[in-house]
């Protein structure tokens, strides 16, 4: 357990020094401020639009915060062989799981900073609701599954590019496909039915890690049981390869 917490902070520390990490951090604080403005320009629906367009932007700069985070940590590790020293000193099942661990760790803290700089915004616009912090929760649950895909393809690739693409690949087809599958259901035909059913079942499921009108407590459960066992299968993955693999 020491161990790993020694890895979880270590993967941390690493992160928040990195100056891409500040870079993103300014961009966030621009965004905010930007984001005023565009809801300015919003007549009647000033607080929806600038609970939105934070929303959207905060996700948006936290992906791109995370997968070139992870990606270049490992390809970083991997040419300056500073890897093999981690694995003399830890297991592989600990390396990646205090990887994942440390990262699913900033996307909390940067979500913590981004939500302490728009609660000020939102107060003084009077667009503050309180979907909107549970919003957060689903958005933290929804980019720890980004952090074990980042883990995954980044592991597997060779290539930093290549893991770049498949990563949002994935997160976009995600995205996508719960509005697919509905629109196929109702007018496309039964092979592209139950192609997007298996889909369903290999891609995340990002609608069940979304903040719904009604929703309660069980949803929160569920889709925090659903992203911890997605992660474990993610984990698992990258523990085979990386164990299939010599460095």
Same mark, same amino acid.
């Given at each position: 357990?020491k161990?790993?917490?020694?890895f979880?902070?270590?993967?941390l520390?690493?992160?928040?020094?990195?100056?891409?990490? @500040?870079?993103?951090i300014?961009?966030?604080?621009f965004?905010? *401020?930007?984001?005023?403005f565009?809801?300015?320009?919003?007549?009647?629906?000033?607080?929806?639009v600038?609970?939105?367009?934070s929303?959207?932007?905060?996700?948006?700069?936290s992906?791109? @915060?995370? /997968?070139?985070?992870?990606?270049?940590?490992?390809?970083?590790?991997?040419?300056?062989?500073?890897?093999?020293?981690y694995?003399?000193?830890?297991s =592989?099942?600990?390396?990646l799981?205090g990887? *994942?661990?440390?990262y699913?760790l900033?996307?909390?803290?940067f979500?913590?900073?981004?939500?302490?700089? /728009?609660?000020p915004?939102?107060?003084?616009?009077?667009?503050?609701a309180?979907?909107f912090l549970?919003s957060?929760y689903?958005?933290?649950?929804?980019l720890s599954l980004?952090c074990?895909l980042?883990?995954?393809?980044?592991?597997? /690739?060779s290539?930093?590019?290549?893991? *770049?693409?498949?990563?949002l690949?994935?997160y976009l087809?995600?995205?996508?496909?719960?509005q697919?599958?509905v629109?196929?259901t109702?007018?496309?035909?039964?092979?592209q039915?139950?192609l997007?059913?298996?889909l369903?079942?290999?891609? =995340?499921?990002?609608?069940l890690?979304?903040?719904?009108?009604?929703?309660g407590p069980?949803q929160?459960?569920i889709?925090f049981?659903y /992203?911890?066992l997605?992660?474990?299968?993610l984990?698992?993955?990258?523990l085979?390869?990386?164990?299939?693999?010599?460095?």
């Open positions: 357990m161990k790993i917490s020694v979880i902070l270590l993967t520390k690493q992160s928040v020094r990195d100056r891409f990490f @500040l870079a993103v300014f961009l966030a604080g965004y905010i *401020l930007l984001s005023v565009l809801a300015l320009l919003s007549v009647g629906h000033h607080a929806y600038l609970r939105r367009i929303l959207a932007g905060v996700e948006l700069l992906l791109l @915060l995370l /997968c070139v985070s992870i990606t270049t940590s490992f390809s970083r590790e991997r040419d300056t062989r500073i890897r093999e020293v694995l003399t000193s830890f =592989p099942a600990l390396y799981g990887k *994942l661990l440390g699913i900033l996307a909390f803290f979500l913590g900073f981004c939500l302490l700089a /728009c609660l915004v939102l107060l003084f616009n009077q667009a503050f309180f979907s549970t957060f689903y958005l933290w649950l929804k980004v074990g980042a883990l995954f393809f980044s592991v597997v /690739c290539s930093l590019f290549t893991a *770049l693409i498949s990563i690949a994935l087809a995600a995205e996508i496909l719960p697919a599958l629109i196929v109702r007018f496309g035909s039964g092979f039915k139950d997007l059913e298996l369903s079942l290999i891609l =995340p499921r990002t609608d890690l979304q903040s719904a009108s009604g929703s069980e929160a459960v889709g049981i /992203c911890a997605y992660l474990f299968i984990w698992l993955g990258s085979l390869v990386i164990q299939k693999k010599e460095y």
